[in-house]
């Protein structure tokens, strides 16, 4: 009973944070001053520049999939598979543009281009200016996102490598050398694992809007934020964003057809076995340099600018003044919410892998829709909900944003400690049980404990994204409630480019620490 | 000759001794079975002559050749002619039986006309000609066991390592494939290192019996 009683809490939580959002932003879309009406869809229909605008999104979206895509494999095999040196510090340091905020990169990479950045010491004048030129706009869109992401296929191929069967692959190199190996066996069988990953990015990039709205790129989740924060029309903003959801729907549909082989995102985080490990030989140099040059450009060298830029103790100081309460809030935010995800997580985790209550498969698939919808769709529908006489305590404090943070990350923290479960024998728990002991108990005494790195990891996994989160915070924010992203991305508009800089490095550097933390545990045998 | 010769092979994995001072020569044409309880190190022993890790000390020689010494596999795994049945069989799952066969031949660049002539036979051989567009899930487990047979000796390998092939399967069936097995050795005449715990199979199949304990050899007869 009991048992019912807290996982059905759990469910509702979830349901409560995330569907009943955008269930009711779809619902305000749908009136028109009071009445049923379906003219905000019809409007999109028949504007012709809401068409460009879903073109752009869609250029934007594939590009950067396919391009993260064909990096991210090649250095998933690389990092996870060869005898390439320091590969620990090479994925770590191509996996810190996905744990800053994105637009963060696109600033800094304005920053290498400008006429006080970086580069300025190393190429000349018309170089610079041709670059910068072409950055506003697809081309910059596109290798920021592109950076942002490749840490997705990257890490997902690390992971879907360790769950091939070893000895598939030792059979074939009985025969073959590895180049046909990886060719014929290995990548066919990770094969709908990675195309679920360029999916993931595809609409992830739909929704993204920081970094196209800072490089003045017009794409459909811009457009609806600025209907949402200028004109406020809730009805047209929804209306905009729904192409993105149904888009999203979609993701589902493709995700849930390959879940009964357990593909994707539910790869343990530790496996026993020894693997074969490609020895490169003589093109061992050669690669590393490559890499290593790879991470030094997309990754490196924007961030090394940022640091020079604000090479001043003063700008420090002054960041400190400005944003030091919002960064102590981000921390604050994102440990509630992380702390709060690990045990919703675990509960959703023991709900889908024990079919526990009859909406199991419900619970699992909305939390991966609420994160694979853009974070402005999910932002305005908080607002619809919560923006009420009797509901301002929500509306009004740190709460809204907590919610947002409970459905967009959901998924995450679920996905990690499922995958842990999945690998505890049942017996372990039915042991207690014959021995008398509750479900409570159970719980608490038998299975967290089991789990405890995957709880741990899910914890870092979702303050990280928490503390990252641009989408949500922005437009839910209420006053007094900034994050330090928030902080930055308002302060852009007329901040000097020193204190930007500061204020990116401090968000760089708050970020960076609890990930190699992160980073120590998923190597960590 | 030896086929295969192992001096004073000693192996670490995770800092664990796991096999200890081992010296074998197995004829050729032999059918040795490897026997020992769980654990000892016969799957390592494998690995060892097929080439996927390298001993911490000794040598191992396939025909006379020097393949791995200290530290260092020098003939890589597809340059050695070794056929290799797994214990869980490692089926390629996203191919066909016919495919399966077809990888082996094509990696060694076989022309197509000729594969698919020797894939005929072998399968002919294994008595599975009639399943050749079957996936490795629709077929049964003595079914999958004769294909992984099949892919192990497709290519004529002069040298075939079985790790407890037939572990899997009832008692009736093992009787039979270890029969089966014991023919296709006589006609080809590779040479054959087979893991066991089970005796009825030592008797039907072994010309050579070797025991293991601990990482060590505590036995080496030969049987008629
Ligand atoms: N990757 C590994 N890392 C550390 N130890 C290992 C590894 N693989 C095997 N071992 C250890 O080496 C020893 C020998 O293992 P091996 O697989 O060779 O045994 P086996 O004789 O084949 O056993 P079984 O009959 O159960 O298959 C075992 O004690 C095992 O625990
Ligand atoms: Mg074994």
Redesign the interface.
Known sequence: MIKRLILWAAALVLFISGVLPVLSMFYSSLLLDGHFSFSNYLHIFSSEREWILLKNSLTLAFLVSLISLFLGVPLGLLLGKADIPFKRQLSLILCIPILIPPYIMAVSVDNCLGQEGILRLFLPGWVLRSLSDHYFGLGGSVFVLSTVYLPIPMLLTICLLKNV?P??E????????WP?VLK??TL??IRPGLTLSALLVFVLCLGEFSVPSYLRYQVFSVESFTQFSAVYDFGSATAQSMPLAVIALLLLVAESRYSRKNLFLSTPLVSGT?R?EIALGKSRPYLFILVSCLAFLIVIVPLLSLFYSSLDLSIYEEAIKVAGDALLRSFFYAFLGASLLAVLGFLSAYTIKNRQIWCWRLVDMTSLFLFAIPGTVLGIGLIATWNNPWTQFVYSSLLIIVLGYLARYHVLSSRIILSQLHLISPSMEEAAQLAGAGWLSRMVFILAPLSKRAIMAAWLCVFLFCLRDTDISLIVYPPGCETLPVRIFTLMANGSPGLISGLCMLMVVSVLVPASILWHLRWRR | MAEVKLKSITKYLDGRLVLKDIDLEIEKGARLVLLGPSGCGKTTLLRLIAGFIAPDEGEIFISGKMVSKAGEIVVPPEERGIGFVFQDLALWPHMSVYKNLEFVLKAQGMPKAKRKERIKKMLEMVGLKDLSSRMPAQLSGGQQQRVALARALVSRPSLVLMDEPLSSLDWDLRAHLAKRICKLQEEIGFTMVYVTHDREETRQLATQVVVMKNGTIKGNGEKS
């Open positions: 069967n000895s598939l030792e059979a074939a190199r009985l025969c073959a050398k046909l014929e066996i066919p069988i020894k074969l």
